[in-house]
């Protein structure tokens, strides 16, 4: 009758609430969390009791930003979109029958609304095509009354040319249209391209907030620094010594900090412990060590 703890779970992670202390509470909810879960505390006092209901000992807190908008200021955006580029409405129909490069991705994104109709009444987006791409898509993430919750993803091959904020624009403007008051945008404090994105179009900062991981925060791979990458390596390189799930994340973060070295080190520990590295040879991560005799010596051992 009088609750003191709560769980909340959205599509996207968990948040704790409440009373900490709550040692029943606590138990009962371990099995909402996997190994890797990651989730958000309304208060300080919680991080003391992560081991309480987190099967995971190497949890680490990262910022992310909380931005709003309750009018767009970028209105002139159709004239911007680069010569070559077509903006449209996002159709699940026609969605499902287009070839292009990521079409699927936006698709799979669509059908988390269950049936199409729930996404044209309860969600919506645009997306930018060139050719044979889908160069860049905004789709709204959540909808709550007259909040909305947008994103927006654009394909590395057609960055630095605006697309981001074009199809964004054009997402929120339709929203606004649609009768929502305010939108809201949720963004890593690392992904400086997030956060200016959002401001160009009329977002301002709301406020910051801690999330709880098990794994390296990022959006896109240049949003940490190599120090950053390093740091989470590192990280990684000490859980190793007692969980072995962690060898192939630690070994990527090498990877993106250009460090052949600690990745051959850290996939070398892995072999010693019988643990089969093979398919980590085809990882696309790995590409960028090709032409290095050291790595294709690595590969080539027995």
Known sequence: KNPKSAMIRTSETICLAGDPGNKYFNEEI???????????????????????????????????????????????????????????????????????????IVLKWVKNYGIYDNFK???????????????????????????VAIGIVTDSCHRKRGLAAIASAANAEDLFKRGIFELDWLCIDINRGSESTSRKIGFSLRSTYTTYTAIAP????????????????????????????????????????YDVEGVIRVLSKAREQKIDIENQFVNPIFDRFSDKGRWRDFVNEK
Not at 75 to 82: A, G
Not at 131 to 138: F, K, L
Not at 237 to 252: G, L, Q, V
């Open 30 to 104: 371990k099995s909402e969390f996997d190994f890797f879960s990651f989730f958000i505390l309304d208060n300080p006092d919680w991080e003391k009791k992560i081991s309480e209901f987190h099967p995971n000992p190497f949890i680490r807190p990262y910022t992310r930003k909380y931005l709003t908008s309750r009018s767009l200021t970028y209105t002139d955006y159709m004239s911007k979109l680069p010569e070559g580029y077509e903006l449209i409405k996002i159709v699940p129909e026609e969605l499902e029958k287009m070839p292009h490069k990521n079409a699927n």
């Open 121 to 147: 009444r309860n969600g919506g987006g645009y997306m930018i095509i060139k050719d044979n791409d889908i160069a860049s898509w905004s789709v709204t993430d959540c909808w709550y009354k007259d909040k």
């Open 218 to 257: 990022y959006e896109n791979e240049t949003d940490p620094t190599r120090d950053g990458w390093l740091d989470w390596a590192d990280f990684y390189e000490k859980a190793c010594e007692t969980e072995s799930r962690y060898f192939f994340h630690c070994s990527e973060c090498y990877a993106k900090a």
